[in-house]
């Protein structure tokens, strides 16, 4: 099946939890937080989410920032609006 | 008198939604040369709460190093912020997703209404703050320096406003310094001047103004030497506390003097000055 995680298509045999998920990713869960299909996932429901086909998902970590843009990490902000953060000049 | 051993000793904690600071400086985490940089001028600034932004994991590169190592947790507070929002909705989510993260509650939100400046769109700043308090975040709104928003934001339920000093990673200082006071004057909240500070003297201007405390990242990651100018932060913002609390002298135009002028080997008041 195809998802998208983080914007991006991603083929993987499915459906399949997002613990499994994030161990394909080899992605430690305990600095990440994952939104699956707009509603954050609470950590514990992770074995008990299924991800399918067409599904798509966020996982976001803390990175450095300040006030308004994260530094070198601009491309990885979320949203399309985060498109034009990165077009700004700093 | 206190004498500077007990003001060293005499505990002034920032005090936020029932939790105890015990600097008044806020430090960032973003535009650092390094991870070893930011964390020694951390380590400098004495400061114990950190704002951190929120972004999506690198997938193609998972050799990275993860910010969370460099951070004192021990120490350090974490404090999420929601930079980059461009609307109440996105700030939202990622303020939901930070708290999911499992480190805090609380988040530092911006919602910015324009590209060039940074100002925040109050507007959407207003409705994001109160659909997070009503989620049960501690939610410190980045605000522009207006007295009528920063009410409307404690009406809210901010757990304190976070007026701008100038425009964020401008270092010009405090631009509107009556507004800061007014904001001051009339909050029951904590007032955290957040962004515009350039050099230390900025800092201290705020404290003395009566911000409760100062929040600042570019000032020192980009200054020539960052874990230096932390410390001179540090001292600014104490210095800038213990100055407000002492009660500075009223200004006046014309000189006053400090001696006595009794006792003048010259006699009477302007004596031997040229014409008179």
């Known amino acids: 099946m195809t998802i998208r995680v983080n914007g991006e298509p991603l083929e993987i045999d499915g459906p399949v939890s997002i613990t499994a ?53 601009g491309r990885w902000a979320l949203g399309a609006e985060a498109t034009v953060v990165q077009s700004g000049k700093s | 008198m206190p004498n500077a051993q007990s003001l060293k000793m005499h505990s002034d904690p920032l005090v936020i939604a029932g939790r105890s600071f015990a600097s008044r400086l806020i430090v960032g985490t973003g535009k650092y040369a390094s991870h070893a940089v930011m964390a020694d001028a951390h380590r400098a ?9 929120v972004r999506r994991v690198n997938l193609t590169d998972r050799t990275q190093e993860s910010l969370l190592d460099y951070i004192d947790q021990e120490r350090m507070f ?15 989510r990622t303020a939901r997703l930070a708290r999911e993260v499992g480190l805090s509650n609380w988040v530092k939100l911006e919602v910015i209404g324009d590209e060039r400046t940074l100002f925040p769109d109050n507007i959407a700043l207003l409705e994001a703050t109160r659909t997070l308090v009503r989620d049960g975040f501690i939610v410190l709104p980045y605000t522009n320096d207006d ?6 934001l404690e009406d809210a339920g901010a757990a304190a406003v976070m007026p701008l000093g100038a425009p964020i ?12 006071r007014i904001i001051r004057d009339q909050s029951r909240v904590p007032v ?32 020539q030497d960052p874990v230096t100018m932390a410390a001179a932060m540090k001292l600014a913002v104490e210095a800038g506390r213990l100055a407000w609390k002492a009660g500075r002298i009223p200004r006046r135009a014309y000189g006053s003097a400090s001696s006595p002028l009794d006792g003048m080997i010259v006699a009477g008041a302007g004596a031997g000055r040229p014409g008179v």
């Open chain 2, 45 to 53: 600034s004495g400061a114990d709460m950190v704002t951190v932004a």
């Open chain 2, 192 to 223: 955290i001047v957040d962004a515009g500070v350039g050099t230390a003297s900025d800092a201290a201007v705020a404290m003395e103004l009566g911000a409760d405390g100062v929040l600042m990242n570019t000032a020192i990651a980009l200054a």
């Open chain 1, 21 to 73: 998920l994030l161990a394909h990713l080899r992605i430690d869960p305990r600095r990440v937080a994952v939104e699956h299909n707009l509603t954050v996932v609470k950590r514990p429901l992770y074995d008990a989410t299924s991800v399918s086909e067409g599904d798509e998902i966020e996982i976001v970590n803390f990175v450095g920032g300040g006030t308004s843009r994260a530094m070198g990490y």
């Open chain 2, 147 to 152: 007295p009528v928003i920063c009410k409307k």
């Open chain 2, 169 to 180: 990673g401008s270092g010009l200082g405090i631009q509107n310094v009556n507004n800061i």
């Open chain 2, 78 to 92: 974490i404090l999420p912020n929601t930079a980059g929002c461009y609307t109440a909705d996105d700030a939202v």
